[in-house]
């Protein structure tokens, strides 16, 4: 019987899943999600390949399940540092910096990567479960129309630019100086393309 690790089942089920989590998200970063198999990520979580099916069905389950826990984590996270934003434009440049940061610090591959390793029906359930996100970017957008600093635009039109622009830059595989650079080059170009009025934000990263 395998060793429990927490004080109860529950803890032991929760802290195995982190292990699960945090093997992926290594060899994610060193191999590629394609390049490894469950088996691969039992082995580095130092679960048996068979209590990992208690776990996980397949590795599509798990990257589902993976991409939700660090969503959630992310979007209070987001929460927190938007209740710090001195205007909308502060806002727009901490929401694309936070989920670039956030795509690094996971590992996860970028959303058009992200949709061809999940079947259709997993891929919408991710995009349902993170859709407080878009209504985050929109809330911004329209308080910066709003206050006068972005020019009047299609919220809409402009949410999906936004997200084109943060699912198309790859860092899932960048640290250090040249992930700084991505992603401040990046604020700065979506910032340029809806029209923001902003000065040099590269300093409050």
Same mark, same amino acid.
């Given at each position: 019987?395998?060793?429990?690790?927490?004080?109860?089942?529950?803890? @032991?089920?929760?802290?195995?899943?982190? =292990?699960? #989590?945090?093997?992926?998200?290594?060899?994610?970063?060193?191999?590629?999600?394609?390049?490894?198999?469950?088996?691969?990520?039992?082995?580095?979580?130092?679960?048996?390949?068979?209590?990992?099916?208690?776990?996980?069905?397949?590795?599509?389950?798990?990257?589902?399940?993976?991409?939700?826990?660090?969503?959630?984590?992310?979007?209070?996270?987001?929460?927190?540092?938007?209740?710090?934003?001195? $205007?909308?434009? $502060?806002?727009?440049?901490?929401?694309? =910096?936070?989920?670039?940061?956030?795509?690094?610090?996971?590992?996860?591959?970028?959303?058009?990567?992200?949709?061809?390793?999940?079947?259709?029906?997993?891929?919408? @359930?991710?995009?349902?479960?993170?859709?407080? *996100?878009?209504?985050?970017?929109?809330?911004?957008?329209?308080?910066?129309?709003?206050?006068?600093?972005?020019?009047?635009?299609?919220?809409?039109?402009?949410?999906?630019?936004?997200?084109?622009?943060?699912?198309?830059?790859?860092?899932?595989?960048?640290?250090?100086?040249? *992930? $700084?650079?991505?992603?401040?080059?990046?604020?700065?170009?979506?910032?340029?393309?809806?029209?923001? #009025?902003?000065?040099?934000?590269?300093?409050?990263?």
């Amino acid at each position: 019987m395998p060793k429990i690790t927490g004080r109860s089942l529950g803890e @032991h089920r929760e802290r195995t899943r982190e =292990r699960i #989590f945090a093997a992926l998200s290594t060899l994610m970063y060193q191999r590629g999600f394609d390049a490894i198999s469950l088996a691969d990520i039992a082995a580095a979580a130092e679960v048996g390949r068979t209590a990992m099916y208690n776990y996980f069905a397949d590795k599509e389950s798990l990257l589902l399940a993976y991409a939700e826990h660090v969503t959630e984590q992310y979007m209070a996270e987001l929460v927190s540092a938007l209740a710090e934003v001195r $205007d909308p434009v $502060d806002g727009l440049a901490t929401y694309v =910096r936070s989920q670039l940061r956030h795509v690094a610090r996971n590992h996860l591959p970028p959303g058009t990567a992200l949709r061809s390793l999940m079947s259709e029906q997993s891929y919408r @359930h991710m995009v349902e479960h993170v859709s407080a *996100l878009e209504l985050i970017l929109r809330g911004i957008l329209a308080a910066g129309i709003r206050e006068g600093l972005l020019p009047a635009d299609d919220v809409d039109t402009l949410v999906g630019l936004v997200t084109a622009c943060i699912s198309g830059r790859t860092v899932a595989e960048l640290s250090g100086p040249e *992930l $700084d650079h991505a992603v401040e080059s990046t604020v700065r170009f979506v910032l340029r393309g809806v029209g923001a #009025f902003y000065d040099d934000l590269s300093s409050q990263s």
